[in-house]
Each structure stands twice: as structure tokens, then as C-alpha cells.
């Protein structure tokens, strides 16, 4: 289980940390489970989401176990900015869903002193690289790869494999577009497409 390096002393030294994996790997409760302990030490602690991410509710994060936490919702990476006065712990959710920019906010805010933890998927459902997480993981100081469960055959799973065949990278995950696969697995799965 991943543990804090420092709490209270965050004003000296920021950090990227990255939470990433397939769907249903547990990304978000692991966000949440890390932001809550932040709170328990005092820290202001602000949750940031991409804004057309609306599925279960706009202005919370919340995960398909209903783990809740607020969040605020943001049209683009650069608004993140507007809404950190005090802030020492930022959490930001749905990280594929963001411009490339964000990149370069999550380093400022780490270089400022910040504790910058990022959620996202790091694969699309090609198992090809997803938009902004692979960089941002290039340049954290730790990286968590959560895993789901494979649903064909019960070993862990990396692929978020898409069973409905519609081409737009942008369609939200629910369970019944989508469903988690290990690479045996999922490599039958897009052969046989
Ligand atoms: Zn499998």
C-alpha cells in the first residue's frame, strides 16, 4: 500500500504521484482513500475533474463503489490555476480526459511545493498509450498501477477492452460498454474482432 513520504513538512517539497490503470482497477477510491488521509493531517485539499465527465454527478468524484469526495469540475487544465489559492494537496481525476497542458500544470504545481496526485487511465481501449498519463508518469515521483480483475478468466487485468465497437475515444466507461481483460485475453478479444 502506498505510503506518505512526508505529511506535515509539504511546504518544502512537492510531488507528482500517479494512480493509474485500467477501468475498474480502483484508481478513484485510491485517490480518495489518499486525499482523505491528507485531510486527517490538516492539509487544504483541492479535487479537480475534467468537466464533461458528468455520469454520476458534477460537482462530486465519485467512484463506482459511491466512495465520495467534492470535487470541482473544469473546462480545461489551465482553470485549475484559477482555484488554488492556499491549496497544498491537489488531486486530479479522469487525467485522459485532459489537454496535453496539464503536463505542464501538474509539474509547475509540484515545482511550487505542491502534492499533486493524478488519476487516469494509462491505456485507450486499443491498449494504445492515453493522451496526457504516460507523461505525466514519465515525471512523477511515484507511480501506482492499480489492477482489475479480468473478466474472462480471473487473472489481473490491464486492458479496459471496449465490447461495442464505436470508434469515439471520448465515450465514458460504464459496465456494460466496457469490461477489464488481461493481455491474453484481451489480445484474443481484438483478433477475433
Ligand atoms: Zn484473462
Avoid: W
Avoid at 116 to 130: A, N
Avoid at 132 to 151: D, F, G, Q, R
Avoid at 183 to 190: D, E, L, T, V, W
Wanted: net charge positive; glycine share 6%; hydrophobic share 35%.
Amino acid at each position: 500500500m502506498f505510503l506518505e513520504n512526508y505529511v506535515k513538512d509539504i511546504s518544502k517539497q512537492g510531488s507528482l504521484e500517479i494512480i493509474t490503470g485500467s477501468m475498474f482497477s480502483g484508481k478513484t477510491e485510491e485517490l480518495i482513500r489518499r486525499l482523505k488521509r491528507a485531510k486527517i493531517a490538516k492539509q487544504n485539499v483541492k479535487i479537480f475533474k475534467p468537466d464533461f465527465d458528468n455520469r454520476y454527478s458534477s460537482n462530486k468524484v465519485i467512484s463506482h463503489d459511491s466512495n465520495k469526495i467534492k470535487s470541482i469540475s473544469v473546462k480545461n487544465s489551465e482553470e485549475i490555476l484559477q482555484h488554488l489559492e492556499k491549496v497544498e494537496v491537489v488531486g486530479i481525476d479522469e487525467a485522459q480526459f485532459f489537454d496535453e497542458n496539464l503536463y505542464n500544470i501538474c509539474n509547475e504545481l509540484a515545482n511550487k511545493g505542491l502534492r499533486v496526485i493524478v488519476t487516469g487511465l494509462d491505456m485507450d481501449y486499443e491498449g494504445k498509450p492515453f493522451g496526457v498519463v504516460p507523461m505525466l508518469m514519465a515525471s512523477a515521483e511515484y507511480v501506482t498501477k492499480v489492477h482489475a480483475i479480468c473478466m474472462e478468466c480471473g487473472n489481473l487485468a490491464q486492458y479496459s477492452y471496449r465490447k461495442n465497437q464505436n470508434k469515439d475515444l471520448l465515450l465514458l466507461g460504464e459496465k456494460d460498454s466496457y469490461e477489464p481483460l488481461c493481455r491474453k485475453c484481451f489480445q484474443k478479444n481484438i483478433k477475433n474482432l
